[in-house]
């Protein structure tokens, strides 16, 4: 004898399905919630993490990772797009000698001399680098980068390195002399330019 199939009345169905219902909308809820409690203690996290000294701000501390490539990108973008593409003085011993001059008086204390590297220099963060000196890859300072990068970076310096804007401070021609000056850090310099820092 066949088994008959199971009778629901309406009753019992609309309540399974108000129940169904009510669970569905539970956890709408709280995935609403969830999210609008991630958005607000997000900024809270952040901003809490800043107030009470989270971030690396000394400059003995480790640095955030990328940090240093990630500052990199619009820096190099600002300076393609702003740098001069010409040298409006020529490299004249008369322009060299004033540039060693200029670098004497404004840049020898962070960035040292061929003779002598700079201690203040190198506790900074980031490390000032040494304008004399022949890095890994042969190169001396700057004298590979276009002398209007240079020039770019001693006029408008560079946030949050130790790096002044020398704009207001120095004239236009000087400020070309002492970047023509780190251009040719790899070349002989004129005597009394040599002399000043510290060229053999």
Same mark, same amino acid.
């Given at each position: 004898?066949?088994?008959?199939?199971?009778?629901?009345?309406?009753? %019992?169905?609309? +309540?399974?399905?108000?129940?169904?219902?009510?669970?569905?909308?539970?956890?709408?809820?709280?995935?609403? $919630?969830?999210?609008?409690?991630?958005?607000? !203690?997000?900024?809270?996290g952040v901003y809490l993490?800043? =107030?009470?000294?989270?971030?690396?701000?000394?400059?003995? /501390? #480790?640095?955030?990772?990328?940090? @240093?490539?990630?500052?990199?990108?619009?820096?190099?973008?600002?300076?393609?797009? &702003?740098?001069?593409?010409?040298?409006?003085?020529?490299? %004249?011993?008369?322009?060299?000698?004033? *540039?060693? *001059?200029?670098?004497?008086? #404004?840049?020898?204390?962070?960035?040292?001399?061929?003779? &002598?590297?700079?201690?203040?220099?190198k506790s900074m963060f980031?490390? =000032?680098? +040494?304008?004399?000196?022949?890095?890994?890859?042969?190169?001396?300072?700057?004298? /590979? /980068?276009?002398?209007?990068?240079?020039?770019?970076?001693?006029?408008?310096?560079?946030?949050?390195?130790?790096?002044? =804007?020398?704009? #207001?401070?120095?004239?236009?021609?000087? !400020?070309? +002399?002492?970047?023509?000056?780190?251009?040719? =850090? /790899?070349?002989?310099?004129?005597? &009394?330019?040599?002399?000043? $820092?510290? @060229?053999?």
């Open positions: 004898m066949a088994s008959k199939a199971p009778c629901y009345s309406k009753s %019992s169905v609309r +309540q399974t399905s108000s129940i169904i219902g009510d669970i569905l909308m539970s956890r709408r809820q709280l995935a609403v $919630v969830s999210f609008i409690a991630g958005v607000l !203690l997000l900024p809270l993490y800043i =107030a009470f000294g989270g971030p690396p701000v000394a400059a003995t /501390d #480790k640095p955030f990772p990328l940090e @240093q490539k990630l500052v990199k990108i619009p820096l190099n973008a600002r300076i393609r797009r &702003e740098m001069p593409a010409s040298v409006p003085i020529p490299g %004249s011993d008369e322009n060299l000698n004033a *540039g060693a *001059g200029i670098y004497e008086d #404004k840049c020898e204390m962070c960035h040292g001399t061929s003779d &002598e590297t700079s201690g203040i220099g980031p490390a =000032a680098p +040494q304008l004399w000196v022949k890095k890994q890859s042969g190169v001396v300072g700057v004298s /590979d /980068d276009p002398v209007g990068e240079t020039y770019w970076k001693v006029k408008n310096g560079i946030r949050l390195t130790g790096m002044p =804007a020398y704009g #207001k401070a120095l004239t236009e021609t000087q !400020l070309w +002399q002492v970047s023509l000056l780190l251009s040719m =850090a /790899d070349k002989p310099l004129p005597a &009394e330019a040599a002399k000043t $820092v510290g @060229q053999p």
